[in-house]
C-alpha cells in the first residue's frame, strides 16, 4: 500500500502546487474588494473536499477497528461560481465578471481608461484525493488525512494540510432503532500557500442501514469554510482603478458558501475490503468514492 | 490478489483524476490595457500631438510577458478630457502605428462632425484587416528582437476659424487580450 501511496501523495502535492502558482500570479492585480468575489469558489470547494468522504456507515465497532483507504472526490462548480459582480471605481460600470473558477477576463470602461479584471482557469471540476486512516474503538471514530509541511515551487512555498473528524454511534444507546445513527464533528487546515491558509469546521449527522454485505447511508451535514488571504499588489500608476495605484499588502478573510449539505450513498464490504460511493448535495455537488482496507 | 490489482487500478485511477486537475490551473488569459494621452492647443483650425508608448513598460504586460503564448487586440477608445472652449466642433483622427512615424499603420479611424467636450468618448471599430496586421504586430512582439513600441497620433480638424485658442486634450484607450501557461 505504501508503494502505492507515495505516488499518489505526489501527484496531490503536484496539484496544489500548479494551483497555487496559477493562484498567486493573478492576486497581484486584484484589489481588496474583489479578491474575495474571485476566491470564494476556490474556498468553497476546497472546504467541500476536505469535508468529504469522512464517512461512509453510521456503525462503529465496539472493537478497536483501524482502516486505511483512498478517497477520490470531484466538486461539480456550477454557472454561478465562475462569475461575480466587481466592485468598480467612481463613474464606471460593469457586469459580471469570471472568478477563479471562470472563462475570459472581464472589463469595465470609463474617463480613465479599461479597468481589467483578472480571467479565471475555465474549471468545471475540482478533483481532489487523499489518503485516509481511521481508528475506532467503542464507538468512537477517529478519521485523519494529512499530508506533512511540504515545501513546493521555486520560493519553496509551505504547503500542509490535515483533516481530523470524530464520530460517534448513538445508536448504540438505542438497540431497538432499526437504523444505525451517528454524530461527527470535524476540524481541519489547508496552508495552501505563503498567500492562502484555508480553515475548517464540520458537523454531520449520519444514519445508515445494512441490507447484506451493502449499506445505504446518508447524512445531513454542516460546514464553515473560511481562508485568509494575504497577499501584495503590484502598484500601477498608469492603472484605470485608483486602489490598485500603489503597491498594498492586502489582509483578508473569506467565508466559502458551502453551508449545509445533505448525502446520499452506498458502500459493500467484502471481507476487509470497502467500496464506497455518494453524492453530496451543497452550493457545489459532489461526487465521492473511496477504497478501504478495514480492519 | 485481486483486491490488490483493483487498489492499484484504483490508485491509478485516482492518480489521473489528478493529472487532469493540475492541467486546469495552468492556462491563464489576462487583459493588458493601456492609455496614451494627447494634448494640443491652437488658434487655428487644427491641433496635432504625437506620442509613443512602450508596452513593456506596462506593469501588466511585465507581469506576464514571458508566460504569454497568444496576443491580440480587445478593444479601443478615446476620451476627452479637456476642451477651451468647453464645446467644440470638428473632426477627429486616430493613427496608430508600429514603432515610430513612419511605421507601418495598426489602425486610423476618422469621426466627421463631432461634439468635442470634456467626457465625449467614443469606441473604435476596426476592420477585420487591421485587427489581423495588429494581432500580427503584438505576436511578433515575442519573436527574437520583437518591438513594444506603439506610435500615435491625434488630429482634431475643420475647427472653426474664428482666430481663437482651442484646445484639446483626448486619451486613446487600448485594451489587448494576453493568453498563454503560468
Known amino acids: 500500500m505504501k508503494k502505492h501511496l507515495v505516488p499518489i501523495i505526489i501527484t496531490i502535492l503536484s496539484v496544489f502546487q500548479t494551483?497555487?502558482?496559477?493562484?498567486?500570479?493573478?492576486?497581484?492585480?486584484?484589489?481588496?474588494?474583489?479578491?474575495?468575489g474571485y476566491l470564494r469558489p476556490l474556498?468553497?470547494?476546497?472546504?467541500?473536499?476536505?469535508?468529504?468522504?469522512?464517512?461512509?456507515?453510521?456503525?462503529v465497532s465496539e472493537k478497536f477497528s483501524f482502516g486505511i483507504s483512498l478517497r477520490a472526490s470531484v466538486m461539480l462548480i456550477p454557472d454561478d461560481h465562475k462569475r461575480f459582480n466587481p466592485s468598480t471605481p467612481d463613474g464606471y460600470v460593469s457586469g459580471t465578471t469570471s472568478t477563479i473558477?471562470?472563462?475570459?477576463?472581464?472589463?469595465?470602461?470609463?474617463?480613465?481608461?479599461?479597468?481589467?479584471?483578472?480571467?479565471?482557469?475555465?474549471?468545471?471540476?475540482?478533483?481532489?484525493?487523499?489518503?485516509?486512516i481511521t481508528l475506532g474503538y467503542k464507538g468512537f471514530e477517529l478519521t485523519s488525512k494529512f499530508i506533512p509541511k511540504q515545501e513546493l515551487g521555486k520560493d519553496k512555498s509551505e504547503f500542509y494540510f490535515y483533516s481530523f473528524a470524530l464520530k460517534h454511534e448513538l445508536s448504540r444507546y438505542f438497540k431497538l432503532l432499526?437504523?444505525?445513527?451517528?454524530?461527527?464533528?470535524?476540524?481541519?487546515?489547508?496552508?495552501?500557500?505563503?498567500?492562502?491558509?484555508?480553515?475548517?469546521?464540520?458537523?454531520?449527522?449520519?444514519?445508515?442501514?445494512?441490507?447484506?454485505?451493502?449499506?445505504?447511508?446518508?447524512?445531513?451535514?454542516?460546514?464553515?469554510?473560511?481562508?485568509?488571504?494575504?497577499y501584495t499588489t503590484t502598484g500601477d500608476p498608469d492603472n484605470a482603478d485608483p486602489s490598485l495605484h500603489e503597491a498594498k499588502d492586502i489582509s483578508l478573510n473569506i467565508r466559502g458558501d458551502n453551508g449545509a449539505g445533505v448525502t446520499f450513498g452506498s458502500m459493500i464490504k467484502l471481507a476487509y475490503f470497502v467500496f464506497n460511493f455518494d453524492y453530496t448535495y451543497n452550493s457545489q455537488s459532489v461526487l465521492s468514492t473511496g477504497l478501504s482496507i478495514e480492519f | 490478489m485481486k483486491m490488490l490489482k483493483l487498489i492499484v487500478s484504483f490508485s491509478v485511477l485516482a492518480s489521473l483524476f489528478f493529472v487532469t486537475g493540475c492541467d486546469q490551473f495552468e492556462n491563464f488569459?489576462?487583459?493588458?490595457?493601456?492609455?496614451?494621452?494627447?494634448?494640443?492647443?491652437?488658434?487655428?483650425?487644427?491641433?496635432?500631438?504625437?506620442?509613443?508608448?512602450?508596452?513593456?513598460?506596462?506593469?501588466?504586460?511585465?507581469?506576464y510577458s514571458e508566460k504569454i503564448e497568444d496576443f491580440e487586440f480587445l478593444e479601443a477608445s478615446f476620451f476627452v478630457t479637456g476642451t477651451v472652449p468647453d464645446t467644440l466642433t470638428g473632426t477627429m483622427e486616430f493613427t496608430v502605428k508600429q514603432n515610430d512615424q513612419t511605421g507601418t499603420i495598426l489602425f486610423y479611424q476618422r469621426f466627421t462632425d463631432v461634439e468635442v467636450y470634456n467626457g465625449k468618448s467614443d469606441i473604435f471599430v476596426l476592420t477585420a484587416d487591421q485587427i489581423e496586421v495588429f494581432n500580427n504586430y503584438l505576436k511578433a512582439m515575442h519573436m527574437s528582437s520583437g518591438s513594444t513600441v506603439f506610435y500615435?497620433?491625434?488630429?482634431?480638424?475643420?475647427?472653426?476659424?474664428?482666430?481663437?485658442?482651442?484646445?484639446?486634450?483626448?486619451?486613446?484607450?487600448?485594451?489587448?487580450?494576453?493568453?498563454?501557461?503560468?
Open chain 1, 19 to 36: 494551483l497555487s502558482a496559477g493562484v498567486d500570479d493573478v492576486l497581484s492585480f486584484i484589489s481588496k474588494e474583489n479578491a474575495e
Open chain 1, 43 to 59: 474556498a468553497t470547494s476546497l472546504g467541500l473536499g476536505l469535508n468529504s468522504g469522512l464517512y461512509h456507515t453510521a456503525s
Open chain 1, 101 to 132: 473558477f471562470g472563462g475570459e477576463p472581464g472589463y469595465s470602461y470609463g474617463s480613465g481608461g479599461y479597468v481589467s479584471y483578472p480571467g479565471g482557469f475555465d474549471v468545471d471540476h475540482l478533483p481532489l484525493a487523499f489518503p485516509q
Open chain 1, 178 to 230: 432499526p437504523v444505525h445513527a451517528a454524530v461527527q464533528i470535524g476540524t481541519g487546515k489547508i496552508k495552501f500557500s505563503e498567500q492562502l491558509e484555508f480553515n475548517n469546521m464540520v458537523f454531520n449527522g449520519i444514519v445508515s442501514k445494512k441490507f447484506g454485505v451493502a449499506t445505504l447511508y446518508g447524512g445531513l451535514g454542516y460546514q464553515l469554510t473560511t481562508v485568509d488571504v494575504n
Open chain 2, 29 to 63: 488569459s489576462v487583459n493588458v490595457p493601456f492609455t496614451v494621452s494627447f494634448a494640443d492647443s491652437t488658434n487655428s483650425t487644427h491641433t496635432f500631438d504625437s506620442k509613443t508608448y512602450d508596452l513593456a513598460n506596462n506593469s501588466m504586460y511585465q507581469e
Open chain 2, 152 to 182: 500615435g497620433e491625434s488630429v482634431v480638424s475643420d475647427l472653426e476659424d474664428n482666430g481663437e485658442k482651442k484646445k484639446v486634450e483626448v486619451d486613446l484607450h487600448l485594451l489587448l487580450k494576453a493568453k498563454g501557461k503560468l
